[in-house]
């Protein structure tokens, strides 16, 4: 397979003005009908994509091509040989949905026909010039059997439905927005339906309807209300107006990813937007408002405005998490957010900006552009645009999006013209800053500092680098905000004077670091402060400091940024367990620092009243971040102590777990909010704690809390704590309860499955693969297949590195397996053995050997061949 460069780009030939699809829906075949109204400079030579196409005809202004003298068709293309500059042309072609399991392109999911395009799926659909930077406006004839498929729909307005002969129906649909082919969609299938109303800011009555499986038809109503709460939320914070008399959702349950952005025609993974107390966790909630906004939020920043290639795919993806992690924050808690953000940018963006697969937010090549919707195109692409939104400030960020927006309504444009005009609206030189969009890897910040008591001068060194990256050995320095905060020895802000400009500032101060070397010297000090850095975590880069415990302590209980009180406590306790893991590989007595404890427990006893922030500041990092901060990774080492750390605070503050547990148990009824939320995060965690303490049996507790609870939120936390639990026979009785009480339901049975593949007590690739013969699993539903194999492999990180390499062997056959039916959900599982590098010995070699093997597989798709053979350079 060959790279796609993006210095290779080339404005397109032809334009289509006008794309007329007609589907002929049968059970056999679909035949797709497209009258494509070409412009062009000049006349020449029409290179149409198409895959997985049977072609039928050819026409050109109503006659009929011939193929070899006018036309050659191979398994890419289809190529008109000479065309004039303005043309009809009409093609023919038959496609067979019902046996598509790639799910891109047009296929069928429980009996209803759905579409994917994004990012090159309309080409599966019918041949055409399938690029973002060619627009059209579309016309869509949809005809079915009208009781196997009641409801049509595509984007745009419904201009016309009629019944036809033979029991079939017909549905046009007109979408007066030009749009690239890959926000076109289809749904014909047997759905009902809620509706609601929304009245925009310049008086539109919008009609609002979310379309799902009869059987579903309870759990719409809070999608429902995320929806009108971020159309309300994009007028007021960006002034952004929806455009059309209609907006559509679609749930079905086989969907590759979350949900896709399609014009008025949003097309969901059912898990995205179905949700009841009984069957969604708080976290799904959350989940499916921050979806549901994400894609409501696409319609400006995406589709008004979209890619002029995909190598800019950050340009709407980046800008469009931003915006719904605005959002979500204004929904919630700010600090809760920005930590659960933080935590998941350094614990798997960072790890692939550290791998293989590394790569700028705005990429200069690819194989499969399926294999770039990744953290650093998404969650970095949003840091970067959360560093402008800090550069420039509130008001001035609002000028530039304005002027975005105004500017390239109805264009495909790129990176560069989104940073222009948040320079032209703002003033702000962002040249520098431009390096976060070519350079890939995480810049690192070591600080030092040096305090004069006689002038009272406190001096703080900063010195970035970034590691080479497979893109560039060799990197230009990144202009990077440093928002920094000084704290006297009473614990509170000091004001921050910057002795070259001696004029004072703000208690939080953003220093521009923009050189490979610079000092800053803040003077009217008594005595050396502690500094917290990169307050809010204002850049996505690596920090050292060489914080002593005490210091760490001393921030834990007194910064005034929630943040940084936080990751003080996660620098602490990595620190504690990274020292562990040390001593467990020399074979030495193992003892967890007092300060923790004690850390732990004051904090279970104050009477805080944000309690998702209590639950945050008690947990321990993931295993997957310590083995992220320690390269290369002795995996069962840090298991071992992570697990001794836990276990020790469990033994010996579980009164207090238990005291803290009682005060946050209730019996309100469940009611999704931003304090229910907190309360039962923060008794789940003290569950888990309760479960893993000798010093008593707490799994009558769980067992109760499972039995009695009126939410699947608190059932998930009792199933999962007795799961990972020695508690294995109450455990089983209660997880082979809930699944006989739960089978009909797939996303509760998903919720069950990745509870035992994610389970500490699981027998290894056995009991794994007891999952995958179990009738609840699929393997041609991406869900199940995330629940199963993403989570064993992805979070089960002490049975996936069993020493033997049965895991890494494990995984390899079900990539093979799966890249036969769905290649991009078997590349993304590829994504747990690129890290070989980083994990110590025998195991990471182990793991390159396993990759290995799957390079050496007949007909590997693009997909796969992409992102094994660059991890195996
Ligand atoms: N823009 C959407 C991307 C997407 C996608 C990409 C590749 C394969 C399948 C896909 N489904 C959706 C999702 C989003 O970021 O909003
Ligand atoms: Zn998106």
Redesign the pocket.
């Known amino acids: 397979p060959k790279a796609i460069y993006l210095k290779d780009y080339e404005a397109p030939k032809f334009t289509v003005l006008h794309t007329a699809l007609t589907f002929l829906i049968e059970e056999e075949a679909t035949e797709v009908h497209s009258l494509l109204s070409i412009q062009g400079e000049a006349a020449g030579e029409l290179k149409l994509n198409g895959q997985a196409l049977e072609l039928v005809s050819v026409e050109l202004d109503g006659g009929a091509l011939s193929e070899g003298s006018d036309f050659s068709v191979d398994d890419d293309f289809l190529v008109i040989h000479q065309i004039p500059a303005h043309c009809k042309v009409a093609i023919k072609t038959r496609i067979k949905p019902q046996e598509n399991t790639a ?2 392109g047009l296929y069928k999911s429980a009996g209803m026909y759905c579409t ?1 395009c ?2 090159e ?1 309309f080409r599966r659909i019918t041949y055409f010039l399938d690029r973002p930077d060619v627009m059209s406006i579309y016309d869509v004839t949809i005809i079915a059997d009208k009781s196997k498929y009641p409801v049509l729909l595509s984007n745009g307005n419904l201009v016309e439905s009629k019944e036809l002969e033979g029991g079939k129906h017909l549905a046009h649909w007109h979408d007066p927005h030009k749009k690239p082919c890959y926000l076109f969609a289809l749904v014909a299938g047997d759905l009902r339906h809620i509706e609601d109303r929304f009245t925009t800011m310049s008086g539109t009555d919008v009609t609002l309807r979310i379309y799902v499986e009869p059987q579903n038809i309870d759990k719409c109503d809070f999608a429902m209300d995320a929806l009108k709460r971020s159309m309300k939320w994009d007028e007021e914070r960006y002034g952004r107006e929806y455009d059309l008399d209609i907006f559509n959702i679609v749930a079905v349950d086989d ?7 399609n014009k008025s025609l949003n097309i969901f993974n059912s898990s995205c937007v179905l949700a009841n107390s009984a069957t969604a966790t708080d976290n799904a909630y959350s989940r499916i408002e921050a ?1 549901v906004a ?2 409501y939020f ?1 319609n400006w920043s ?1 589709n008004r405005v979209t890619c002029r290639d995909w190598f800019q795919l950050s340009l ?2 980046g800008f ?1 998490v931003f915006r719904d992690s605005q959002f979500s924050s204004d929904m919630s808690s700010p600090v809760v957010k920005r930590i659960d953000d933080v935590n998941l940018l350094r614990t798997a963006q960072f790890a692939e900006d550290a791998g293989p697969m590394a790569h700028p937010i705005r990429p200069a090549s690819f194989i499969e552009i ?1 294999n770039f ?1 990744t953290l650093t195109i ?1 969650e970095k692409g949003a840091e970067v645009v959360r560093m402008i939104h800090n550069l420039l400030g509130e008001d001035k960020f609002r000028e530039g999006s304005d002027l975005y927006f105004q500017r390239h309504d109805g264009q495909a444009v790129t990176t560069e013209e989104f940073v222009k005009a948040m320079e032209d609206a703002s003033g702000i030189d962002l040249t520098q800053f431009r390096n976060w969009y070519h350079q890939a890897g995480t810049p690192e910040l070591s600080v030092t500092d040096q305090f004069d008591e006689t002038t009272g001068d406190y001096k703080l060194f900063i010195k970035q680098t970034c590691r080479p990256t497979p893109e560039s050995d060799k990197k230009e320095p990144f202009h990077i905000p440093m928002a920094l905060g000084l704290l006297d020895e009473e614990g509170n802000d000091a004001q921050i004077t910057l002795k070259s400009d001696g004029k004072f500032n703000q208690k939080t101060q953003v220093l521009s670091i923009t050189e490979p070397e610079q000092e800053f010297i803040f003077s009217g000090f008594s005595a050396k402060p502690t500094p917290s850095l990169l307050r809010d975590f204002s850049a996505p880069v690596k920090l050292h400091y060489p914080y002593t415990r005490e210091q760490l302590l001393f921030l834990l209980a007194h910064d005034s940024d929630g943040f940084n009180r936080w990751d003080a406590g996660q620098t602490l306790a990595t620190d504690i367990v990274l020292e562990l893991s040390e001593q467990v590989q020399a074979g030495e007595p193992l003892e967890v620092d007092d300060r923790l404890i004690e850390t732990f427990e004051k904090l279970l006893k104050e009477d805080s009243s944000d309690k998702a922030m209590l639950c945050k500041m008690l947990s321990l990092p993931s295993l997957a971040f310590l083995i992220e901060q320690s390269v290369p990774a002795n995996v069962h080492a840090i298991y071992t102590a992570r697990t001794f750390v836990r276990q020790t605070l469990a033994n010996q503050l579980h009164e207090a777990f238990l005291s803290c547990y009682q005060q946050n148990h209730d019996d309100e009824p469940y009611n999704y909010s931003a304090e229910g939320t907190g309360k039962r995060s923060l008794k789940s965690l003290c569950l888990h704690y309760l479960l893993e303490s000798d010093q008593g049996d707490y799994s009558q507790l769980a067992i109760s809390q499972y039995q009695n609870s009126d939410n699947l939120t608190d059932q998930h936390a009792a199933l999962s704590a007795l799961a990972n639990s020695r508690f294995q026979v109450q455990a089983k009785a209660c997880l082979d309860e809930f699944y006989e009480k739960w089978q009909h339901e797939p996303l509760v049975v998903n919720l069950w499955l990745s509870m035992l593949a994610g389970s500490d007590r699981i027998d290894g690739v056995e009991g794994v693969e007891e999952l995958i013969a179990h009738p609840a699993f699929d393997i041609k539903n991406p869900n199940k297949v995330r629940s199963v194999i993403g989570v064993f492999a992805g979070q089960n990180l002490r049975h996936f590195h069993t020493q033997t390499g049965a895991g890494y062997e494990w995984l390899a056959d079900k990539i093979i397996l799966l890249d036969r039916l769905n290649p ?1 959900i078997a590349a993304r599982l590829v994504g747990p053995l690129t890290k070989w590098q980083r994990i110590v010995g025998e195991g990471g070699q182990k793991m390159r050997n396993t990759l290995a093997r799957i390079e050496s597989t007949e007909n590997l798709s693009k997909d796969v061949y992409e992102v094994v053979s660059k991890s195996l350079v």
């Open positions: 799910l891109e994917q994004e990012a799926g969907f590759n990813m979350g949900a896709m952005e979806i994400h894609e696409h995406g709407k993806e469009t399926s919707y998404y991009q």
